[in-house]
Each structure stands twice: as C-alpha cells, then as structure tokens.
C-alpha cells in the first residue's frame, strides 16, 4: 500500500528505492505505506533489512512494517497508470494479505516466457486460417453439390 497523490494505491511493483528526503518510496515517488498509516523514514544511509512478515529494520532499529494487503472482492480495484489499483468504492477496505512472504532483493516478474508465447500465437492464428479455409471449401463443395442435384432435378 502506498500514499497517492489523492489516497491510497497499491500496487504489485516491490522495487522502492530511498528519496532524497529519507522516505522508502515507489519509483513514482510515492511513500510506501506502514501497517500504522505512515510511512518509513530514516536519515541514516545503512542499508535496510526487510524481513518475510515485512518489518522494515535498519542497523537492529524497527521502522515499521509494510502494509501488505489484498480484498475480498478484486473486481473493486480499478487500474491507475501503470503498476498501481485504486478502490473504485470507498466503502470497500483493504484486509491484511494472508499467506503472504516479502523477499528482499526479489522482484515479481511475469510467470510467462513472451517468445515461447508469440510463437505458440503464431501457431494458432496458422491453424485457425487452415480451419477456416477448410470451412469455406466444404462451404463451395456444398454449394457445387446443390447445383448438381438442382440440374439433374431439372432437366429431367
């Protein structure tokens, strides 16, 4: 969860970095969200620590914990701009995410390979074409048969 320029967003996208002033922040600049609603700051250029529940430390000093969250009802979540989902019902609020491990140093990254799946894409648009084209020759075919059967039905 992250501070907005108007609310809450949140977001998917774990890569923050530390702003000028201090604030672990989203690449947009965005403070990132502590489970008390403010955000981690520090002044010190240690490095932080974040540990699999989200407790952010830094040199053995707790910062907070990131607020990790998810809804009930994802289909209340509206996209804004490109990493981030704002709630398009206010009354809708966030509970805390379940089941959920935060890994320092990792960054989530799709599960699918884009060349194995253009190519698989490639093949079925192919095997589409060839299916229709079979279609629209058993479609002359009957059409041709039609024909036949009208002329004899006619000459005789």
Same mark, same amino acid.
Request: glycine share 10%; proline share 4%; charged share 20%.
């Given at each position: 969860?992250?501070?907005?320029?108007? +609310?809450p967003?949140?977001t998917?996208?774990?890569?923050?970095?530390?702003?000028?002033? #201090?604030?672990?922040?989203?690449?947009? +600049?965005?403070?990132?969200?502590?489970?008390? +609603?403010k955000?981690?700051?520090?002044?010190?250029?240690?490095p932080?620590?974040?540990?699999?529940? #989200?407790?952010?430390?830094?040199? #053995?000093?707790?910062?907070?914990?990131?607020?990790?969250?998810?809804?009930?009802?994802?289909?209340?979540?509206?996209?804004?701009g490109?990493?981030?989902? #704002?709630v398009?019902? %206010?009354?809708?609020?966030?509970?805390? %995410? %379940?089941?959920? !491990?935060?890994?320092?140093g990792?960054?989530?990254?799709?599960?699918?390979s884009s060349?194995?799946s253009a190519?698989?894409?490639?093949g079925l648009m192919?095997?589409?074409?060839?299916?229709?084209?079979?279609i629209?020759? !058993?479609?002359?075919?009957?059409k041709?048969?039609?024909? %036949?059967?009208?002329?004899?039905?006619?000459?005789?």
């Amino acid at each position: 969860m992250v501070n907005g320029p108007s +609310g809450p967003l949140y977001t998917r996208t774990g890569s923050f970095q530390r702003s000028a002033a #201090g604030t672990l922040t989203t690449a947009d +600049g965005y403070p990132v969200r502590t489970t008390d +609603g403010k955000s981690i700051q520090t002044d010190s250029q240690v490095p932080l620590e974040v540990a699999p529940d #989200g407790s952010v430390t830094q040199d #053995g000093q707790d910062l907070g914990q990131l607020n990790v969250v998810d809804f009930q009802d994802r289909s209340v979540l509206q996209k804004v701009g490109n990493s981030y989902f #704002g709630v398009t019902d %206010a009354k809708v609020k966030p509970i805390p %995410a %379940a089941d959920t !491990t935060v890994a320092q140093g990792k960054v989530e990254s799709s599960n699918v390979s884009s060349a194995e799946s253009a190519v698989r894409l490639v093949g079925l648009m192919r095997q589409f074409e060839m299916l229709q084209k079979a279609i629209s020759i !058993t479609t002359d075919m009957d059409k041709k048969a039609l024909d %036949a059967v009208a002329r004899v039905g006619a000459g005789a």
